[in-house]
């Protein structure tokens, strides 16, 4: 049973910082791409960032790029997202996510939520201006 389980949401000022965990267990991570996706309600989900499994090559939303970092340590099963610069509009659930076995080193693939076939229950991230 694969699952992924993320922390490290919380409240922050803007322009502060958070780093986001995901562990994930049941699953080769080694050999698994991850993604970070954040959902508000009333929207679809929007993708963040993407590392892939060597964690060789990594993918961002244009909205998040220069800011936030994903990375990854597989000797820990775990996938980071640091945040920072954070800003009001970066207020959302955040989820992390494991890729297909097939899945395509590019950003078209990474930033689909389709390309992803197991999902974490999601962290709250919280910006007050």
């Known amino acids: 049973q694969v699952q992924l389980v993320e922390s490290g949401g919380g409240l922050v000022q803007a322009g502060g910082s958070l780093r986001l965990s995901c562990v994930a267990s049941?699953?080769?991570?080694?050999?698994?791409?991850m993604g970070w996706f954040r959902q508000v309600p009333g929207k679809e989900r929007e993708f963040v960032a993407a590392?892939?499994?060597?964690?060789?090559?990594?993918f961002y939303a244009e909205s998040v790029k220069g800011r936030f970092t994903i990375s990854r340590d597989n000797a820990k099963n775990t996938v980071y997202l640091q945040m920072n610069s954070l800003k009001p509009e970066d207020m959302a659930v955040y989820y992390c996510?494991?890729?297909?076995?097939?899945?395509?080193?590019?950003?078209?693939?990474?930033?689909?939520?389709?390309?992803?076939?197991?999902w974490g229950q999601g962290t709250q991230v919280a910006v007050s201006s």
């Open positions: 590392i892939v499994f060597t964690g060789s090559t990594t």
């Open positions: 996510a494991a890729g297909r076995p097939d899945y395509e080193h590019s950003y078209t693939y990474a930033s689909r939520i389709t390309s992803y076939n197991y």
């Open positions: 049941g699953l080769t991570f080694s050999r698994s791409a």
